[in-house]
């Protein structure tokens, strides 16, 4: 009799694991880092590149090909399955920046992901994605390049950033520093009296992201050559 009520209760806990799973699921998410950089309803999708120099592959900034797990040329009718569906959409002629919100990073300011869609070719079947930025610290580099890294450590791995544009932004001016033939740009900013980066823009190697940005931001000025 003892022995049958012993396998019995085996049986009913080997019927249950999903609870568990479950328990183990919710302490993940809890102990997340406050800012993911990603929308609340992001879905992570197993995509390359693959993680470098310790820089998690959802962390991940590669110049000319992807940020997270998100890359250039991917089909944007795949965009809401992995982000979720954006807070903002700036549409015309079949060209789009959609805006994702993400929560506040740890200087407390707002952070978002932008996303740049046109049609992949002449037969305006499919539209894919072509520019990305990003105003969170989350995402770097493999040199861990990006938000609030000051302008001196971004030429020390980008020697070939040149300013191409500006906008203000309230009070201050923040200057874009593109380096064209790695396929990333960055923004920068004066705070307490150095130059430090608060967006970060790829693009595909060997385009000017300006090619491109103007559409997200159309009062940039041009930088006289």
Known sequence: MKLWILIAGLSLMACHPAKNNQAGNDISVRSA???TGQPAAATPVADNPIAEAGV???QLIVPGQSVGKTPLGLDASLLAQRLGRPD???AAMGKAWLTWYGQR???NNRTELNIYTTYKDSTMQTKV???IRTTSSYFKTKEKMGVYRSLDEL???FPDLKAVGYYKDGNRIITIYDAARSGIAFEVGEANGQEICTGVIVHPKGKEVLDVYLYFRPEVERMEE
């Open 33 to 35: 880092p406050v800012d």
């Open 56 to 58: 998690p592959v959802e």
């Open 88 to 90: 903002f959409s700036d």
């Open 105 to 107: 990073d740890e200087h």
């Open 129 to 131: 994605v072509r520019q």
């Open 155 to 157: 030429q020390k791995f």
